[in-house]
């Protein structure tokens, strides 16, 4: 147990350093989780006085454009310094900003195959009512999903994995490049989705905050959920 929060306090430590050196300015706090082949990285507080201006002339594309172009630069040396930090060797890199509430989340995932036994569902939870309520978000924003995965990397974060998401359109408009452009469609209306659809009757939990991302070349987008660490205030 030690040796484990010495790696999230000095990966914790290294992400709070990176963004105020690319960003201008680093977050208030950092909460890290790891569980093999999964680490999350949520951090709250982060937003630089540039882009509270550009906030409030409802300029938030252009903040989360810029991001996304910062963080992609960031990417490979991000992964190799998480490697030095935790020794892990994480392949892939997502990311998602909550702009209203200056949080954000990176998600990395090593090249294995998660143990489904290890991320069981707590006792009392309606797995199959989760999923289908899923399917019933994306069978409104696009097509239902070939297959649905989920893993409880910690009591309070809940990583949703979808495959086979994409249709016909989104898939045309990434051809050509608008790869951004679609994220930044899709990501406001996945959010409305999810909370319109009854989730929390269904986790006993209040979702604090839903973060989104996708792999558009394999076909396939990953949610996490923050939920509230106490089931009685579930609304």
């Known amino acids: 147990m030690p ?12 992400i709070s350093t990176l963004l105020r050196n690319h960003f201008g300015k680093g977050p208030t706090s950092v909460y890290v989780t790891i569980a093999r082949p ?4 949520h951090f709250r507080g982060f937003i630089n006085p540039v882009e509270k201006t550009l906030l409030k002339q409802n300029e938030w594309k252009r903040v989360l454009e810029t991001r996304d172009l910062l963080l992609n630069d960031l990417k490979p040396k991000i992964l190799h310094e998480l490697l030095q930090v935790t020794g892990l060797e994480f392949k892939e890199l997502y990311a998602d900003w909550n702009l209203s509430m200056e949080s954000g989340l990176l998600l990395g995932i090593m090249d294995e195959k998660p143990k489904q036994s290890e991320f069981d569902w707590q006792n009392g939870l309606d797995k199959e009512s989760f999923y289908q309520k899923i399917e019933k978000v994306h069978e409104e924003a696009e097509r239902k999903p070939g297959r649905v995965e989920s893993y409880w990397l910690s009591n309070r974060t809940l990583l949703v ?10 898939k045309a408009l990434i051809e050509e490049g608008y790869t951004e452009t679609l994220k ?15 989730l929390e009757k269904v986790l006993k939990r209040n979702i604090l905050e839903t973060f989104l991302d996708w792999n558009f070349g394999e076909d396939m987008g990953y949610i996490i959920f923050v939920l509230d660490s106490d089931s009685g205030s579930r609304k």
Request: proline fraction near 2%; avoid cysteine.
């Open 3 to 14: 040796k484990e929060r010495t790696v999230q306090s000095e990966t914790s430590g290294y």
């Open 38 to 41: 999964y680490i999350t990285i």
């Open 161 to 170: 994995k979808r495959v086979g998401i994409l249709v016909g359109i989104e």
């Open 184 to 198: 930044l469609v899709k990501r406001p209306l996945e959010r409305t989705l999810l909370e319109n659809v009854g």
